[in-house]
């Protein structure tokens, strides 16, 4: 969804654009139904193969509302079977387009016609919100003043249907010039553009603190952005920057009503936008976008700068010089422009405070939490004078936090392992919200599962991410846990193993995934509190929620070593029964609880479970063997899976499985791996990368780490898809086949994490 932020830099006049796209607010030239009613003609019978054209008869369709599909999902006029043929008709009396835009809504496959004219088409394929498509001057060119006909066709492969679009033209700012990029530094915490915009040269920097050595630092909800301007000509140049931040940041649908305001000076001037009606938490999901709170724009240097609220016309025609619109318009942006001076080969430089303040994160079984820095901080403002006063004390311990982790993922991995920990960092940092239950000062550090369900505190989301917490702070390790642990000892949920999840996010009241999944979240929370003891150093943790996991472990006890046909982390996968690997982990959960009642003094139990894990380990040898690798289930020979899992007998130094296991495994995954890495098993070539950087952790040396590590750099990349690093991809083109901007990927330091726990 379009949340806008845009940077233009003048230099002696001319306006150069280097970040975000110049264009007026979008001319609404034929609504979708989310923003006007309308009916229109619509059969659910395959007309004449002439159905698109113009002058097509369709008087003997059905007229009906749109959107049309299924009345679970909203539609207006149900669609009961395989295909839909949509035709609306509409006038327009002026061709002055710039960008033409197809707004469109559909599940699942569908092509659009314009006056006959194929305008867009996609299979297999489906969203479910609105999305852009630009339309080619070619189709365009076919509208005409008048009467003009836009004609869908969509066919429902399976579940829910929908059918819906309308035309939008978007002007873009021809008076501005596209900025030159010359590079791009990512590092764990920041991103670094250059750019040349003349004769000038523009860093650009992206700066989120989320140190997960510092809470304080990282709960604060700000970033900042940072300019560096030098000439690169030897010659003086006259300067002016434009940023702006749009008010849909803060919206959750285009139709949300903002309310902008500029406060005093103060010290620090502020520009804010939030919506008017405020629904606090009222709203679960995963497609949502928050529309309470309140979003907040600064400038940390006040000479020659000027904070505006404007409309993009209003704000473009101001900084590009250009006359003035004739009628005012309600303002859509946060406007900061700084004049920078006369510039030669002094840098000059600008920093910028973009924050959120979300006044309440979360809903913990009915009991609503504000964010972690309202603990020692009530107001924004109080928080980002703490941040604009701190801000070099934080950036350099930043710039020492980002080179430690670079360097110590490079020592144990390699330098392509190293910079996917750093793409990783900030991804599977920020999914997530971290709060403090005041009354029993509890932290909970919940997680949210992105381009999926949006599950709240899903354990099989915590179980991958969890090597990163681990790593660098045990304190968010258990945070993760908490919930689920207050979730079974409440007495709230009451079945033997643990709950999927806490709720939709942001509403953490009790599980709302339809299916359980027992083995997996049982060996998770065990193996994770094991974790958690082995990192303190302490059996503290283990033995406040010894009820609840003795609970679990009798649990896998019984059904752990042969999995029934159910559900694992990987659901999209669908119900295997027999499962090894999921054996795999119940075995390893059985032995790390014996561990835990070792290290507590209890030798009868750890006695029992720890030759329990050995027996089992034993039996899988036998029954998993398929010659030269172990098999995807007990029950299917030929077959083959990663056995990630497997990685936690090695961490926590179980002994289970001799590592002639791991070798095994290791060479046959080298054998098996494709152009962008190895599959999760033989049943799809698709596969999970953070899996794979679990595998490949499995192995004796570091050139066989790396052999498998290097294709999951090549996706990243070399993907097609230009989307926050996805999880769930096809090995063999590098195409994403699903989920994107998880908190997964914090299972790529596992590696680091290995080293940690070896010293």
């Known amino acids: ?258 309310e902008y305001s500029k406060t005093p000076d103060g010290g620090l001037p502020l520009l804010k936008v939030g919506t008017r009606a405020q629904p606090v938490l009222q709203k679960s999901g995963d497609d949502l976008r928050i529309d309470w709170g309140y979003l907040y724009f600064a400038p940390m240097q006040l000479n020659n700068t000027v904070l505006e609220l404007a409309s993009r016309a209003d704000a473009f025609a101001r900084f590009l010089q250009l006359p003035k619109p004739a009628n005012p318009i309600s303002p859509e942006l946060l406007c900061i422009e700084s004049g920078l001076g006369k510039i030669s080969t002094t840098p000059v430089e600008r920093q910028f405070l973009l924050s959120y303040d979300e006044r309440l994160a979360i809903q913990f079984f009915g009991q609503p939490l504000p964010p972690w820095w309202r603990q020692n901080t009530q107001e924004m403002r109080q928080l980002l004078i703490k941040a604009y006063q701190e801000y070099p004390v934080i950036k350099a311990r930043a710039n020492r936090f980002d080179e430690e982790i670079f360097e110590t993922a490079k020592s144990c991995g390699g330098v392509h392992y190293a910079e996917l920990c750093a793409m990783a960092y900030r991804q599977a940092v920020a999914a997530h919200e971290l709060v403090r239950d005041f009354k029993s000062g509890e932290v909970f550090f919940f997680s949210k599962e992105n381009f999926s369900n949006g599950s709240i505190g899903t354990v099989d989301v915590t179980y991958p991410s969890a090597p990163l917490f681990l790593a660098y702070n045990t304190g968010l390790m258990k945070g993760l846990l908490n919930g689920i642990f207050y979730y079974t000892e409440s007495g709230k949920w009451t079945k033997p193993f643990p709950a999927h999840d806490l709720g939709t ?94 290290k507590m003094g209890d030798a009868p139990t750890a006695l029992k479970y720890s030759s329990m894990a050995k027996d089992f380990a034993k039996k899988w040898l036998e029954m998993a063997d398929d010659g030269d690798h172990f098999s995807l289930t007990f029950d299917k020979k030929g077959t083959w899976s990663q056995k990630y899992n497997l990685v936690w007998d090695k961490l926590l130094d179980l002994k289970l499985f001799p590592t002639s296991v791991y070798d095994r495994e290791i060479a046959y995954y080298l054998r098996n791996q494709k152009p962008f890495g190895l599959p999760l098993d033989s049943r799809k070539t698709y596969t999970k990368n953070d899996r794979i950087i679990w595998s490949a952790t499995l192995a004796s040396n570091p050139e066989d780490f790396v052999k498998l590590v290097d294709p999951v750099y090549k996706f990243a990349t070399e993907t097609p898809d230009h989307v926050p690093l996805s999880d769930w991809y096809e090995t063999t083109n590098g195409k994403k086949t699903g989920f994107q901007a998880r908190s997964v990927v914090g299972g790529f330091f596992i590696k680091i994490l290995e080293q940690k726990w070896r010293k």
């Not at 006007?36 to 059969?43: F, I, R």
């Not at 369709?58 to 999902?73: H, L, R, T, Y």
């Not at 159910?566 to 795999?584: E, P, V, W």
């Open 1 to 258: 969804k379009s949340h806008s932020l845009l940077g233009m830099l003048r230099v002696d006049g001319k306006v150069y654009n280097f970040m975000g796209i110049p264009e007026y607010i979008p001319v609404i030239l034929l609504p979708n139904a989310a923003k006007a009613p309308y009916s229109c003609q619509y059969t659910e019978i395959a007309p004449d193969k002439t159905w698109m054209k113009e002058n097509f008869n369709d008087s003997k369709w059905m007229n009906g509302a749109a959107p049309f599909g299924s009345k679970s999902i909203g539609a207006k006029t149900e669609w009961k079977g395989r295909e839909i043929w949509v035709r609306r008709t509409f006038e327009l009396t002026n061709l002055n387009i710039d960008q033409l835009v197809l707004e469109l809504l559909h599940d699942d496959d569908v092509e659009v016609y314009l006056n006959g004219e194929l305008a867009f088409q996609c299979a297999p394929c489906y969203n479910d919100s609105y999305e852009n498509k630009k339309i080619a001057a070619v189709v365009k060119s076919k509208l005409r003043q008048g009467i003009n006909t836009l004609a869908m066709h969509c066919t429902n492969t399976a579940g829910p249907g929908m059918l819906d679009a309308g035309l939008v033209s978007i002007a873009a700012l021809k008076e501005v010039t596209p900025a030159i990029q010359k590079s791009v530094n990512l590092t764990a915490t920041q991103t670094t553009y250059e750019f040349t915009c003349g004769g000038i040269d523009l860093t650009l920097n992206f700066f989120s603190p989320l140190l997960l050595t510092n809470l304080e630092i990282l709960g604060r909800p700000i970033s900042y952005i940072s300019t560096k301007t030098v000439a690169n000509d030897g010659q003086t140049h006259d300067v002016q920057l434009f940023l702006s931040a749009a008010g849909e940041i803060a919206a959750n649908t285009p139709q949300d009503v903002m």
């Open 505 to 598: 996010y942001p509403q953490a009241n009790g599980q709302t995934y339809p299916e359980d999944m027992p083995v997996e979240e049982a060996g998770n929370m065990i193996i994770l509190t094991a974790a958690v003891g082995r990192a303190e150093g302490s059996s503290v943790y283990a033995r406040q929620h010894w009820k609840a996991l003795t609970q679990w472990v009798k649990y896998l006890e019984q059904e752990g070593f042969d999995p029934a046909d159910q559900l694992c982390t990987d659901d999209f996968a669908g119900h295997l029964a027999h499962n090894t690997n999921l054996s795999l982990k119940a075995i390893i959960a059985i032995a790390a609880y014996g561990r835990m009642a070792e």
